[in-house]
């Protein structure tokens, strides 16, 4: 599969990766880095305030597959006493 480059894509793709019960609107952002990776670029999802990658251990996945970022997403949970979220006073754009 081609990579992908394009951020609107990106971000439609992952929607479907999201795990149930977790809204569309955990998901801040997405980028496609086309420098980093091991083969030839990599892709960074970005959660916003309330939600964590599990596997991570914070907001953010950064992976070098879309296969990869699919079973990262498996572990996107609801973070209920998210420090963020006080810091930010629930506003979620950074």
């Not at 964590?52 to 992976?63: A, K, L, N």
């Not at 420090?83 to 979620?92: I, S, V």
């Amino acid at each position: 599969m081609a990579r992908i480059t394009d951020e609107k894509i990106l971000l439609e793709r992952v929607k479907k990766f999201l795990p149930k019960g977790i809204p569309e609107t955990a998901i801040e952002s997405v980028e496609c880095d086309p420098w980093d990776g091991s083969n030839g670029g990599s892709y960074w999802v970005y959660l916003n305030d309330g939600y964590i990658c599990t596997d991570m251990e914070c907001h953010t996945i950064h992976e070098d597959t879309l296969a990869e970022i699919r079973e990262t997403m498996k572990s996107i949970e609801v973070w209920e006493d998210d420090p963020d979220l006080a810091k930010h006073k629930g506003y979620t754009r950074h």
